[in-house]
């Protein structure tokens, strides 16, 4: 199939999905959700830890050149990742692992001090090129749908909406997705996820690399209470910064420096103090 011919959406619409030759041969599931368009089993899952339920939804994007080749990379034998569902740029949603199942999605990764993320969530692959590729913008119909398909999970799952990140989140020091150009302020419009405006970026002190002192304690435990893995040292190291970027990329795009300003910090105290009263990250063990 020619990916690079010209086409209108209408055609695109209409295009047959590309299944992976080894997805053909898998016995397909009844989709958990009603908008999903297509079944494109992935043999790459297993059973959730510990009897977990998911309680937490974590959005990436696919990071490749097509749809053709991140299908083919979810849904194959033998990569060892896969996802819940893929929301494809038309809108068009996918679901390749049953929500019961455990998906591969999250990796090496921590929130609110669980490390066995996939156990706990349901992951989605927006397709998108990613950094290393252009990173375009997500297309209103894709995000449109990307909200559809989690509101429909956090209705059935109880998700809170503080428990809708990104793959940064959960792997600052490995991950960029679903990057700064995605629209978290969208997705909170429709009650998807947690947002408060950002706080100006304005001229002032800041900590930084380097810095050891008690405000960074205090930073470094406000991170954690939202539910960051970061280290509670007093000191600004690289995987603080790492963890202060990923915030930044998530509630404060305007600047992703790694570097902890007036706006920074203020957005994450308004990000705590707008928490509903139980919903801490680590209360819901
Ligand atoms: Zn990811």
Redo the contacts with the bound molecule.
């Keep these: 199939m020619s990916s690079g011919s010209p086409s209108g959406s209408d055609s695109k619409r209409q295009r047959v999905l590309p299944v992976p030759k080894a997805a053909a041969n898998m016995r397909p599931f009844e989709p958990d959700s009603s908008i999903v368009s297509d079944i494109i089993p992935s043999p790459n899952y297993g059973e959730r830890n510990k009897g977990r339920q998911a309680d937490m939804i974590v959005l ?2 696919t990071g490749m050149p097509d749809v053709e080749g991140a299908l083919a990379r979810l849904c194959t034998a033998g990569t060892e990742v896969s996802a819940h569902y893929v929301v494809l740029e038309d809108g068009r949603i996918v679901q390749c692992v049953p929500e019961a199942k455990r998906a591969w ?1 999250a990796g090496v990764s921590s929130w609110g001090g669980e490390d066995d993320v996939n156990s706990c969530s349901i992951g989605i692959e927006i397709v998108n090129r990613g950094h290393d590729w252009g990173y375009p913008e997500f297309p209103l119909r894709q995000i449109a749908a990307v909200i559809a398909l989690c509101r429909g999970i956090m209705l059935r799952r109880k998700v809170p909406a503080h428990r809708v990140l990104g ?1 940064s989140d959960v792997a600052p020091a490995r ?1 960029k ?1 679903p990057g700064e150009k995605f629209p978290w302020h969208s997705l909170a419009n429709s009650g998807v996820g947690h947002w408060v405006t950002p706080a100006p970026v304005v001229r002032g002190e800041s900590l930084m690399l380097g810095t050891i002192s008690d405000a960074v304690l205090s930073m470094q435990q406000a991170l954690a209470k939202y539910g960051y893995g970061v280290p509670l040292t007093g000191k600004y190291d690289a995987a603080t910064m790492e963890v202060v970027t990923a915030f930044q990329r998530h509630f404060r795009p305007a600047r992703l420096d790694g570097v902890a300003d007036h706006s920074t910090l203020s957005t994450l105290q308004a990000l705590l103090a707008s928490l509903p009263p139980e919903g801490t990250a680590d209360a819901s063990k």
């Design positions: 990436h994007y999605h793959h991950k997705d």
